[in-house]
């Protein structure tokens, strides 16, 4: 069973804000002021990577030596890799704390990120489209990178053995990739809630986690992803953010250590968006 996402009994907020209720502030004003402050929390910055030593020209093609000095980068500036379903409690994580998410599947996160991953006991999601994925290594498929070029997808058992490391966990990324919002109410479901089947039952474990193919979604595919019955869904990029949709930020082959730590820099939102 997986532990609610509240404790019963529990309500949100941060110690101080609890303590400027608990007080009395003599100026209303003030103390409005300071709820507000206390109110905002951190957000846990997310980082999208794609394939990751594949050997190809895709600019989401990061090549492993340079994924392996990110990692270093990272740790280096004394951030803290969480599991991604932290980012639902930022107020129970680490000061600078960080996750890591991977799009697609494509075979080279077994045979190259994740080797960096394990040598730093690195947690991270793999966000699966589930009709790609192949039983096994006779059945492996291919699939496309923006810049046409095609890479092998993983299977299976790597999966598996990822799982097993105690490090990922698997979340759905729709069936086929496709643009969720072009759907009918059908095809929505087969892709939305068939994705998470195929995920329950292909590594026997929790599928609560849903990355929209492309980044894209509206209302109604936030909707799908929650009556599906996932916990938290992930978009890319700029937006409100908020428990489906959590904004991730998408690194690119090239960045150097200023590109990076720009890229994972503070944001603030205010956590009743997490916390529905
Ligand atoms: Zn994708």
């Not at 989401?60 to 639902?88: C, I, K, N, S």
């Not at 059945?139 to 097993?164: F, I």
């Amino acid at each position: 069973m997986d532990p609610p996402v509240h404790p019963p009994g529990s309500s949100w907020a941060p110690p101080a804000a609890r303590a400027a209720v608990a007080g009395h502030g003599s100026a209303r004003g003030g103390l409005v002021l300071l709820l507000l402050f206390s109110a905002c929390t951190r957000e846990i910055p997310i980082l999208l990577y794609h394939e990751v030593g594949c050997g190809t020209r895709d600019a989401r093609d990061v090549p492993a030596a340079e994924f392996d000095q990110e990692l270093g980068w990272l740790a280096g500036a004394g951030y803290t890799f969480v599991p991604p379903e932290v980012v639902e409690h930022p107020e129970r994580a680490p000061d600078k704390a960080i996750a890591l998410t991977f799009d697609d599947g494509a075979a080279c996160l077994y045979t190259r990120a994740f080797p960096a991953l394990l040598r730093r006991r690195v947690p991270f999601a793999l966000f699966l489209p589930t009709g790609w994925i192949g039983a096994d290594a006779a059945h492996r498929t291919r699939q496309k990178l923006e810049d046409g070029e095609e890479v092998d997808t993983l299977v299976w058992p790597e999966v598996a053995a990822m799982v097993k490391s105690g490090l990922a966990r698997v979340g759905a990324h729709g069936r086929e990739h496709v643009y969720l919002r072009k759907l009918g109410a059908a095809a929505l479901a087969n892709e939305v809630g068939g994705s998470r089947d195929d995920v329950l039952a292909r590594t026997g474990g929790v599928a609560d986690l849903f990355a929209y193919p492309f980044g894209a979604f509206d209302g109604r595919v936030a909707g799908a992803a929650r009556a599906a019955g996932y916990r938290a869904a992930f978009a890319v990029g700029a937006g409100l953010g908020g428990t489906f949709a959590y904004r991730r930020r998408s690194v690119h082959r090239g960045a150097d250590e200023a590109a990076l730590m720009k890229l994972v820099g503070p944001a603030w939102i205010l956590p009743w968006l997490n916390h529905d």
